[in-house]
């Protein structure tokens, strides 16, 4: 458990689990993934926050710091005071520790120095303009000093960028990232298809492959806990080290270990807990509190939870749901094109014309049913192309998406066929008509009661 081959093993299991749920072939970097940076204060983390806060200390440095006006004066020495202050909290966050990060202070801080410095910058623009006709004689030496109002252009220009870095660390200080590196509970949620799995895998990837040192990563997945075992006795099987670690205590004692030798927090992550009917006989609800009192123990230990959107009541308490920070994963938003450009092209399809950013196309389960429906429309037009026949389009509008749609009804009914043993032959057997008999029957029951679901018995 603290070997590179015993992480490398644990990464191969991971996959074989997630199956076609993780494609890192297919991988897509999203801002989600920087959450991951402030639960388990990644060198990343810290470095990020240094860097800013260097070239902060830098910009406010070139402002002038002596003026005639007396206002401005007074003005620029109580920025210049606020400014030390938050430099001073800035600089105690630059290496790793479990202390407590005060985030509140520095937004109320940053939030007092923005309108300071918006006032400040409309001093410093009347000035210009009472001075912008003055100009200064060459030096004997041929040189050009600045003008007045070259030096209050330069002091405007300073201050928009150290402006900039104040509300770098505002945002910063309000985000999910900064709430997890304080406390580091993480409930990720998001609708079906749009990358949970793939993103915690890949995280467990990155983590375990880093180049210099293996991050102390954990994953187990809900679908296979059962309410009739202890859970963490199913954790311990659940990685196989069931006979080297025999207690909860030996386990969690282990990660927080490893977290502060590494400087970096053990990630524990339990993937998509709705994936078992544990959680309908209340085996989460009835676990989870104690779950997270356990771990609070140890400093050095993050947990990440992850729940299809819609299961959160099934699985949690409200009260459970608020010792978690919550994130919702939005798949390819804002993305889409990027996406679209990764997967069209391993899959060797031939890029539309104009850019497919179809909302749909947020969703990577939707992009890969898509890429793999057309991958055999291409292989059709290669067959077409030699036989003289016209090619056809890719994607066109409504025959393109009925195309997509009519391809995983399919796809699903072979799926759906060979597990219940029906006759494979989906163009004669009356069973095989998923779409008519099914699909179509719990739409039209949904619609009549006005609500996504529908009770079994109907």
Same mark, same amino acid.
């Given at each position: 458990?603290?070997?590179?081959?015993?992480?490398?093993?644990?990464?191969?299991?991971?996959?074989?689990?997630?199956?076609?749920?993780?494609?890192?072939?297919?991988?897509?970097?999203?801002?989600?993934?920087?959450?991951?940076?402030?639960?388990?204060?990644?060198?990343?983390?810290?470095?990020?926050? $240094?860097?800013?806060?260097?070239?902060?200390?830098?910009?406010?440095?070139?402002?002038?710091?002596?003026?005639?006006?007396?206002?401005?004066?007074?003005?620029?020495?109580?920025?210049?005071?606020?400014?030390?202050?938050?430099?001073?909290?800035?600089?105690?966050?630059?290496?790793?520790?479990?202390?407590?990060? *005060?985030?509140?202070?520095? @937004?109320?801080?940053?939030?007092?120095?923005?309108?300071?410095?918006?006032?400040?910058?409309?001093?410093?623009?009347?000035?210009?303009?009472?001075?912008?006709?003055?100009?200064? *004689?060459?030096?004997?030496?041929?040189?050009?000093?600045?003008?007045?109002?070259?030096?209050?252009?330069?002091?405007?220009?300073?201050? +928009?960028?150290?402006?900039?870095?104040?509300?770098?660390?505002?945002?910063?200080?309000?985000?999910?990232?900064?709430?997890?590196?304080?406390?580091? /509970?993480?409930?990720?949620?998001?609708?079906?298809?749009?990358?949970?799995?793939?993103?915690?895998?890949?995280?467990?990837?990155?983590?375990?492959?880093?180049?210099?040192?293996?991050?102390?990563?954990?994953?187990?997945?809900?679908? /296979?806990?059962?309410?009739? #075992?202890?859970?963490?006795?199913?954790?311990?099987?659940?990685?196989?080290?069931?006979?080297?670690?025999?207690?909860?205590?030996?386990?969690?004692?282990?990660?927080?270990?490893?977290?502060?030798?590494?400087?970096?927090?053990?990630?524990?992550?339990?993937? %998509?807990?709705?994936?078992?009917?544990?959680?309908?006989?209340?085996?989460?609800?009835?676990?989870?509190? =104690?779950?997270?009192?356990?771990?609070?123990? +140890?400093?050095?230990?993050?947990?990440?939870?992850?729940?299809?959107?819609?299961?959160?009541?099934?699985?949690?308490?409200?009260? @459970?749901?608020?010792?978690?920070?919550?994130?919702?994963?939005?798949?390819?938003? /804002?993305?889409?094109?990027?996406?679209? !450009?990764?997967?069209?092209?391993?899959?060797?399809?031939?890029?539309?014309?104009?850019?497919?950013?179809?909302?749909?196309?947020?969703?990577?389960?939707?992009?890969?049913?898509?890429?793999?429906?057309?991958?055999?429309?291409?292989?059709? !037009? $290669?067959?077409?192309?030699?036989?003289?026949?016209?090619?056809?389009?890719?994607?066109?509008?409504?025959?393109?998406? =009925?195309?997509?749609?009519?391809?995983?009804?399919?796809? %699903? #009914?072979?799926?759906?066929?060979?597990?219940?043993?029906? @006759?494979?032959?989906?163009?004669?057997?009356?069973?095989?008509?998923?779409?008519?008999?099914?699909?179509?029957?719990?739409?039209?029951?949904?619609?009549?009661?006005?609500?996504?679901?529908?009770?079994?018995?109907?």
């Amino acid at each position: 458990m603290t070997n590179k081959d015993w992480y490398k093993k644990h990464l191969a299991q991971i996959k074989q689990k997630a199956g076609v749920r993780y494609t890192p072939e297919l991988n897509v970097n999203l801002p989600i993934s920087e959450l991951f940076d402030g639960i388990s204060r990644t060198k990343n983390f810290y470095a990020t926050i $240094r860097e800013k806060y260097g070239e902060l200390f830098r910009e406010f440095r070139y402002v002038t710091s002596k003026y005639k006006n007396k206002e401005l004066q007074k003005n620029y020495d109580q920025i210049k005071k606020d400014i030390e202050s938050l430099f001073e909290v800035l600089e105690s966050i630059k290496e790793y520790n479990t202390s407590h990060i *005060p985030w509140d202070k520095i @937004q109320e801080q940053t939030k007092v120095l923005e309108d300071k410095l918006w006032k400040f910058t409309d001093q410093l623009r009347k000035e210009r303009d009472q001075v912008k006709d003055i100009k200064i *004689p060459s030096g004997k030496d041929g040189s050009y000093p600045q003008s007045p109002s070259e030096k209050f252009n330069s002091d405007i220009h300073h201050i +928009y960028k150290t402006q900039e870095l104040i509300r770098y660390f505002e945002e910063l200080s309000s985000s999910t990232k900064a709430q997890l590196s304080n406390h580091p /509970f993480l409930l990720l949620t998001g609708s079906a298809g749009t990358g949970k799995t793939h993103l915690l895998c890949d995280v467990v990837e990155q983590r375990i492959n880093n180049e210099k040192d293996t991050l102390p990563t954990f994953l187990v997945f809900g679908e /296979f806990f059962s309410d009739e #075992t202890d859970f963490w006795s199913q954790v311990l099987k659940q990685l196989e080290i069931e006979n080297t670690i025999k207690t909860k205590d030996d386990f969690l004692k282990k990660l927080n270990n490893l977290g502060k030798e590494a400087k970096n927090r053990s990630l524990l992550i339990m993937d %998509a807990l709705n994936e078992n009917s544990s959680h309908a006989s209340g085996f989460w609800k009835n676990n989870l509190n =104690t779950i997270i009192q356990e771990i609070k123990k +140890y400093p050095n230990i993050a947990l990440i939870v992850s729940v299809r959107s819609g299961f959160e009541n099934e699985v949690f308490t409200e009260k @459970q749901k608020a010792l978690f920070i919550h994130e919702k994963h939005q798949g390819f938003r /804002f993305r889409e094109w990027e996406a679209v !450009n990764k997967f069209f092209k391993a899959f060797s399809l031939t890029l539309p014309e104009i850019p497919l950013l179809m909302p749909e196309f947020q969703n990577p389960l939707f992009l890969l049913l898509f890429c793999k429906a057309f991958e055999r429309r291409m292989k059709e !037009n $290669r067959k077409n192309e030699k036989k003289g026949k016209r090619e056809r389009q890719i994607f066109r509008g409504h025959e393109g998406a =009925t195309y997509i749609f009519e391809s995983f009804i399919l796809n %699903a #009914t072979d799926i759906i066929a060979k597990e219940f043993k029906i @006759q494979k032959n989906r163009f004669k057997s009356p069973a095989y008509h998923i779409w008519n008999e099914v699909i179509k029957e719990i739409a039209n029951e949904m619609v009549k009661q006005n609500d996504d679901r529908i009770p079994v018995f109907v």
